[in-house]
Structure formats: structure tokens, C-alpha cells
């Protein structure tokens, strides 16, 4: 079964404490992408990744890290430097073609308290 | 800049008939994309359209009018299981940076 998969469904921590958020396609896809998701907020893009080894900053990268040293796996690291770090994290991955369709993960829930 | 507005929220009657709007003012624009998302889960992808005009796909249509910065989603029928958000995303001009999502509307379907 292709797909994406992101672990654990649901995260504690205490703050302070940095967590890496796992994402994982067996898609072929080469672009992935990091979203986090707020009540009444939408999706908001953190980092994306077009090709093994790069990733640019998206809208919100502040308090967060990634790394792309394999197509199929796109960790994203929420660091302490992160101030309000409690939500819902989406992973999302896409071929580059013509079709432009985003494929989501199931998402991570993540609470810091 | 990019700035897409969708209503917040929405009710609706099961049975009946639903229209979700979006308004989008973009630098580019290279298509627009809607998806439904229950609460809780991933965003499931529901349609694309890049030329102006109605695309439909059994209960779900939708529309594009790209001279006027507008699309909407249609859902007929409604049932119970329609009940979720739906996001509004558009695909900006240059290459391939990210789709630029809405806010997303939640919509209600009572019986």
C-alpha cells in the first residue's frame, strides 16, 4: 500500500523539550511539506522540501527545524524556541508533475504542556 | 501577496443543496484546488479546476471563474456524512512553490 505515514497519532511533552515529528512516503514523491493546523486557522505552510538534501522556510518556520536526507522521509523537529507549539501537524508530499495534487498524512497531534 | 476568503462556517439541511464559496487575490494563479477534511483527520483531495467553468464529479461539483477571482464547491444531497471542512487552496503561477490554502469552512449538515 502506497501512502504517507506520520508517528505517534498523538504526542505529549513538557515544554522546553525539543520533539522530532516523523513523516514517511512510499509514494516516489519528490516534494514534501510541513503544515500546522489551528482551530479557525487553516493550514499554514513551516518548510517544504523539493529535492533529497534541500528544504526552504515556509510562512511559519520560527521554532522549527527539518531535514531531507532521504526522498522518502521528511522529520520535522519543534524546538523549544517554538512558542506556542500545541497543534496539529500535517505531512503532505506530491509528485512534480502537471496535476499539482498535495497527498496528506494522517497528522500528529502534538501537546506541550 | 495571497489572501483567500471562504466563509467560517456553514449549516445545512441533509437533503438539500450547498454552495462554499472562495474568493482568492493572488500574485499567480495556476489553478485552484478543494479538499474536504473531517475533524481530526488528513485533508482528502476532492477537485482541481484551471480553466473557468463547472467540473462535476457525482455529488460534488465545482466552479471556476478566474476574471473574477472565484470559485465555489456545490454539494447536492447532503448526508449526515458531509459534515466536515472544506479548504480552499490555490496553486500560485511561479513553478512549483506550495499551494496557498483558505482558512477552510466548516460545514454542518443537521437532519
Known amino acids: 500500500d502506497g501512502g504517507i505515514t506520520q508517528s505517534p497519532k498523538y504526542l505529549f511533552r513538557k515544554e522546553g523539550q525539543n520533539v522530532t515529528l516523523s513523516c514517511e512516503q512510499n509514494?516516489?514523491?519528490?516534494?514534501m511539506y510541513w503544515y500546522r493546523q489551528d482551530p479557525g486557522q487553516g493550514l499554514r505552510l513551516i518548510y517544504y522540501?523539493?529535492?533529497?538534501?534541500?528544504?526552504q522556510k515556509g510562512d511559519i518556520a520560527e521554532g522549527y527545524s527539518v531535514s531531507r536526507e532521504k526522498k522518502e522521509s521528511f522529520p520535522l523537529t519543534v524546538t523549544s524556541a517554538q512558542k506556542n507549539p500545541t497543534a496539529f501537524y500535517l505531512c503532505a508530499s506530491r509528485i512534480q508533475d502537471s496535476s499539482y495534487e498535495q497527498y496528506f498524512g494522517p497528522g500528529t497531534r502534538l501537546t506541550v504542556t | 501577496g495571497q489572501n483567500i476568503d471562504q466563509p467560517t462556517e456553514m449549516t445545512a439541511t441533509e437533503g438539500a443543496i450547498v454552495q462554499i464559496n472562495c474568493t482568492y487575490q493572488t500574485s499567480g494563479f495556476n489553478g485552484l484546488f478543494w479538499y474536504q477534511q473531517h475533524a481530526g483527520e488528513a485533508p482528502t483531495f476532492l477537485s482541481y479546476n484551471v480553466l473557468d467553468g463547472l467540473e462535476e464529479k457525482g455529488r460534488f461539483s465545482s466552479f471556476l471563474s478566474r476574471s473574477k477571482g472565484y470559485s465555489y464547491l456545490l454539494l447536492k444531497e447532503l448526508q449526515m456524512k458531509d459534515s466536515a471542512s472544506y479548504l480552499c487552496a490555490v496553486r500560485p503561477l511561479s513553478g512549483n512553490t506550495p499551494l496557498v490554502f483558505g482558512k477552510g469552512t466548516r460545514l454542518s449538515v443537521i437532519a
Open positions: 509514494l516516489n514523491h519528490d516534494a
Open positions: 522540501s523539493q529535492i533529497v538534501n534541500d528544504f
